[in-house]
């Protein structure tokens, strides 16, 4: 039996994918088994890209939304001549590699996302998609495309399932976004078995509903995979599904189309027998004929080629448009304008003052002109959430330059896309909803943090404060759990000052995600002229009252109950206890402060503390010395005007002042 | 203008809508007005219902999905005799009422779950439409029809944007769930505005394609909604979608048809041009007809009737055959059988021991004969989370009597279902996924946990011991996020033994969701001759080795790191400290205990203390008395071994030693 060229090098990917596993003792190999004819097709005949720089800005987008075949993406990087080596391949999932078990964005060169979480690779791509589309409209109209990739996936059923994508596959097909191809891996075979145990479902038909357009194919039938990807291509007002007919395990004389193949190693006896089926030398292991690697290298000079091609439409741009080369170019590599936080608005005293929401919209509207690259939505709570700038144009079907999105109550796509969009580069993405919803984009903040992406969100309603929607709306533990996950900066501003430095904060946080919690109801603007200045946010935690030398006692806050804290400073003051009050937007900003700044904030001589804030009480102990110091909550809330429910929970001033009291 | 009595009913409806919403100034009138039609028809012609006994087991199911509408369920509740007073209404939002701002399930008869935080209402009345079909699979066989009803829900168009919906509409049209009967108010109005703004699918061809019966409709034409609704009946292997075209803010002359009418109040002046417009008297407010509410009450005669049917049918199947009635009531009144907990396996000492996950599933193996209101499952991890009992018949279409259920890679709609199914009755719900995906359910864990709801979730892999799947599959800060819920039941046990003492508490626990995190890898089966029972472990926490009696130090885990611990104490013992090793399984049953006994296991003398869990430190400071004293994680994991991580991440018996040590 004679392979061709072709089928070797299809076989390769194969082979290095189940060698890997199998010196791991680890693994997914059967999907890559499975999926390496499309992957093939696509990497040496469609994908755009330039392996000596994997972060050409114009490349194509390659996401393995089914992450737990990371082999196959790891195998097509080395073999189109990645930094990745050979070595790397052998170290699959060991200590300190490259190639972790599951693609992370920011460990491989090449790897355009971290997958394995189900469902978020297809929606991080429905963001890259729509950022590629915001850009050309932004910067392609002189003529030279700057912007002109696609960005393809390979999907698996269970990313189908899960809910993340389904919300966005709607919003995909709703904004037409042409230039998304997926190929889904329709294997039929899920971990517990045949996928018709629980998925039945038509998924042609579904996605033709959202507005896709669909082509099924046999995915080992490498003539087929070129026809349908070009017909995907041509078809520029929707996204693409090209649905493959393929077999996990390929080849596989006993494994094949079994859940046996998905996660485990198959063993070296069944590797033994797969290549000797593919006709292929069974004694050999991480084996790469000299001209299979030689085609797939090809890949180096292709992509010099595209690059060089770019690069002369770039200067010629430039030369013609200097402005909207450096405006394209500084948001691609996330630069911002100079001087941008000059336009931060400042706030004058006012007793009445304003919610931290409003102010949060505000500061948009003022940063909103300065930075072109931020581009927001909510999660159909726009005007509670007040993310629209008043300058910000609607992005909708075949108008991508506005810069707000309507993300539709998908909360949780909205926090995927968003990563996608960060990832892709040239957006600062920011998206809304309410504090309490946080839980439904959960998953999304956690690979932010994960990932070192930067994603702002905006979570107004952020406590009881929100009143009469009651409990199911009313977030209490969701600050304790948000502050619980790592690279997450949890801001809650006191006022309307703090929030503006908030924003500068999450702004300049480039190496993860932020978070606003916001008021929905309005907060005194504190007189700086009289309390510190609100660029103490910028530290995490800082002194109202430094003109208070001598503190006994300390009270500490964040957001609105800051109100109660200075409230309790004066009853304090008043019966002779002089108090500080220190106001807490950020702990991990805090935290992350030298030890002078915060023993000279907290420092340890004062141990009579006390910390107030609308929700558990957990976390605040290395501040407080002790959660039984935190005045807070220990139900769920409930359905009243707000100034009821201070009360009736015991979040006041006099209760501060009593855990003060019981210290002295 | 004269107004039919039908006219004047449909029309109370919506004028107490409006009315409550303008007296507490605050909620959501326009869906109620919109939607009074479908709910009128459905209330007074087809729910089988009985006002006078919202508990009745057979009544069908009225779920109001989009929660915000909470006044059009209160109206009904009200107007047709359930125990809810004008008064109540009156007093809608307000502190102390049975009418909160969206409806809670243990606060209202008749509210039969929370709903409001979008899409968890639909996926609930799946799990409900389960329970029903499972129930009637079971104890129907006599001819005696105990369980035959159907599951109604009014869901909106952000219930249908939510991924959680998504998921669970398609595994309801997998499982052919043909009592399922869904009413879509198809109101063109999200709260951004428009749905085109966000939300253009073809929702018809996406709910076929999940294999449901779908009838388009004008949602004010009641002749056309009974019709709907007697075709959906008769349909009994497919769920249906009745896409009700209305108008949102029905007959408000100014207001109709726009997003102002969603989420405020009307305005007085509004709501007295809509009176006028219906042709009612614009000065009367929480106005009812007499003869409009006798009209409505009818329902209690038709309810009494109905149930009194019922109670002669389950006499008459309690004679035939008294076993299967007495299993029955036990199972929908959340009787457990009597010494059920008598199955729970002993496991030998074991210095090689096994995984939690593999003790779990021997204690399920065990349990489930005995206890057959246990209905469980996996989102497609059946294998990893051994969730699957030997004697578990598979529930699929058609065959609806076995008790495990393939949820597909759906894990949202898994919590969500799970909800529903406990709140029908008769199941106790278990399901499983990795910890790591908590994450994906966590918004269903809350409302269960907020409303009281039973559900078992069997979360395996549970740390950075799962080893080369990697970072993205390694839960670190997931027990604390977790363990900031309140109500919620995290018991991580430390063996065998420990685990089975878990299932049992779970099992007890009817009042809120219990959380089973359990390894991937072998842990020893403690030897309990030398160590305390495990049975400590329904204490939350329990000193293992008692038999020092002056410790000098204190050492505490959960889980895997029990292991450590006891290490730890070997070696502190051995440089003449004698050392205290207290098991954590849960932090929520400990600090349900007396002072007594929590004093007994962590003396207030006996500061010197450490703790140890492959997690986040945060929310061990109660016991420790500081985070400092905790050996923790302070990242997100990596891919490799799990015995080099645990190395490398300092998880290690000598690193608490040191933390002793330090104290000493």
New interface residues.
């Given amino acids: 039996m004679s392979l061709t060229l072709e089928q070797r090098c299809v076989h390769t990917i194969r082979t290095l994918s189940m060698d890997a596993v199998q010196k791991?003792n680890?693994?997914h190999p059967g999907m890559p088994m499975g999926m390496a004819d499309v992957a093939f097709v696509v990497w040496t005949e469609f994908l755009k890209h330039n392996p000596a720089n994997p972060k050409w800005h114009d490349r194509d987008r390659f996401i393995l939304s089914a992450?737990h075949g990371s082999m196959l993406l790891y195998s097509l990087l080395h073999l189109t001549g990645y930094d990745l080596s050979l070595d790397e391949i052998k170290n699959f999932?060991?200590?300190?590699?490259r190639t972790?078990?599951?693609p992370?964005v920011h460990i491989t060169p090449g790897v355009e996302t971290?997958?394995?979480?189900?469902?978020q690779g297809f929606a991080n791509g429905v963001g890259m998609a729509l950022a590629e589309a915001h850009l050309a409209a932004r910067y392609n109209h002189t003529g030279h495309k700057l912007t002109d990739h696609f960005t393809y996936a390979i999907v698996s059923?269970?990313?189908l399932?899960?809910?993340?994508?389904?919300?966005a596959a709607?919003?995909a097909?709703?904004l037409k976004l042409g230039k998304l191809i997926y190929f889904y891996d329709d294997n039929k075979i899920?971990?517990?078995g045949s996928t018709d145990?629980?998925?039945?479902?038509?998924?042609?038909?579904?996605f033709?509903?959202?507005?896709w357009h669909c082509i099924t194919i046999d995915g080992h039938d490498r003539d087929a995979i070129r026809e349908a990807t070009r017909k995907a291509q041509a078809v520029p007002d929707k996204p693409s599904l090209i649905l493959c007919r393929t077999h996990i395990g390929f080849g596989s004389p006993n494994k094949q189309d079994t859940a046996s193949s998905h996660g485990s190693p198959l063993g070296n006896s069944e590797i033994a027998l797969t290549k000797k089926g593919y006709g292929l030398d069974p004694e050999k292991s991480f084996h790469i004929d000299e001209d299979v690697l030689a085609f797939f290298r090809r890949e180096l000079q292709k992509g010099a080629a595209a690059e060089a091609a770019w690069d002369t439409q770039l200067e010629a741009c430039r030369k013609a448009h200097p402005e909207i080369v450096e405006e394209y170019l500084s948001r691609m590599e996330g630069r911002l304008p100079e001087n941008w936080d000059d336009v931060r608005p400042e706030f004058p005293a006012d007793p009445k003052g304003m919610a931290t929401r409003k102010a949060s919209g505000l500061v948009l509207d003022a940063i909103t002109p300065k930075i072109p690259a931020l581009v927001g939505g909510?999660a159909?709570?726009?005007?509670?959430n007040l993310t629209k700038a008043q300058t910000a144009g609607?992005v909708?079907a075949g108008a991508y330059g506005g810069t707000y999105i309507?993300?539709?109550?998908?909360e949780?796509?909205m926090g995927s896309m968003m990563n996608g969009m960060s990832l892709h580069g040239g957006v600062i993405p920011f998206g809304g909803t309410f504090l309490?919803?946080s839980?439904?984009c959960?998953?999304a903040i956690?690979?932010a943090?994960?990932s070192h992406i930067q994603a702002i969100y905006v979570f107004t309603h952020d406590s009881i404060g929100l009143?009469?929607?009651?409990?199911?709306?009313q977030p209490?533990?969701h600050l304790?759990?948000l502050?619980?996950?790592?690279n997450v900066l949890v801001m809650r501003p006191a006022d309307a000052n703090e929030t503006a430095y908030c924003w500068q904060a999450a702004v300049a946080h480039k190496t993860g995600p932020s978070l606003l919690a916001l008021t929905r109801q309005n907060l005194p603007t504190l007189d700086r002229s009289k309390y510190a200045s609100a660029a103490g946010t910028l530290r995490g935690a800082y002194v109202l009252n430094p003109e208070v030398e001598a503190p006994q006692a300390i009270v500490m806050a964040s957001g609105s109950e800051v109100e109660i804290a200075m409230k309790a400073q004066e009853l304090l003051q008043a019966e002779g206890i002089p108090t500080r009050v220190v106001s807490v937007p950020c702990f991990e900003l805090f935290d992350q402060q030298d030890a002078a700044y915060r023993e000279a904030v907290l420092p340890a001589s004062v141990q009579v503390r006390a910390a107030v804030e609308a929700g558990?009480p957990?976390?605040w102990?290395?501040y407080t010395?002790?959660?039984d110091k935190v005045v807070g909550l220990?139900?769920?809330g409930?359905?009243?005007?707000f100034e009821?429910?201070y009360e009736?929970f015991g979040l006041t001033a006099e209760a501060v002042v009593a855990k003060i009291k019981a210290q002295l």
Same sequence: chains 1, 2.
């Fill in positions: 791991a680890s693994g992450g999932r060991q200590w300190g590699s972790p078990g599951h992370e971290t997958t394995g979480p189900l469902g059923d269970g990313d399932m899960e809910g993340v994508s389904q919300e709607s919003l097909g709703h899920t971990i517990d145990l629980a998925f039945t479902e038509n998924v042609q038909q579904r033709e509903a959202y507005g909510s159909d709570l726009s005007g509670s609607i909708q309507h993300y539709g109550v998908r949780h796509a309490v919803f839980d439904y959960r998953p956690r690979l943090g994960l009143g009469e929607d009651g409990p199911t709306h209490v533990e304790a759990a502050r619980a996950m790592m558990i957990m976390g102990e290395p010395g002790s959660r220990t139900n769920y409930a359905s009243a005007p009821t429910l009736e």
